[in-house]
């Protein structure tokens, strides 16, 4: 069963940038569409981004040109590299494949605040 793990989420100020990280564990990873995902405070869970298994990816109109998904089939990791962030983009973040599996991983706290 496919477990996930993410990391990187932290404090930082509008306009600053954030590497997020997410560690798969499983053997399928290299056959699966992976995405990112957040849920903002009060809100639901949207998607961010995804990757494909070639390496193609898609990503929501607030994340074009400021997130960049890549992942490393080697590493079994997948990545969201943010920049120019605002406070719209405070929520918690979440990867899983897409579509998701049922299950969700504790997230990573992204919180942009002066």
């Known amino acids: 069963q496919l477990q996930f793990v993410e990391s990187g989420g932290s404090l930082v100020q509008p306009g600053g940038s954030l590497r997020l990280s997410c560690a798969v564990s499983?053997?399928?990873?290299?056959?699966?569409?992976m995405a990112w995902y957040r849920q903002p405070p009060g809100g639901q869970r949207e998607l961010v981004a995804r990757?494909?298994?070639?390496?193609?990816?898609k990503y929501s109109e607030f994340a074009k040109g400021r997130f960049t998904i890549s992942r490393d089939n080697a590493r079994k990791s997948v990545y969201l590299d943010m920049i120019s962030l605002s406070p719209e983009d405070t929520a918690v973040y979440y990867c899983?494949?897409?579509?998701?599996?049922?299950?969700w991983g504790q997230g990573t706290q992204v919180t942009v605040s002066a």
């Open positions: 899983n494949t897409h579509p998701p599996l049922s299950w």
């Open positions: 499983g053997n399928s990873f290299r056959f699966l569409e």
């Open positions: 990757a494909g298994t070639a390496g193609g990816t």
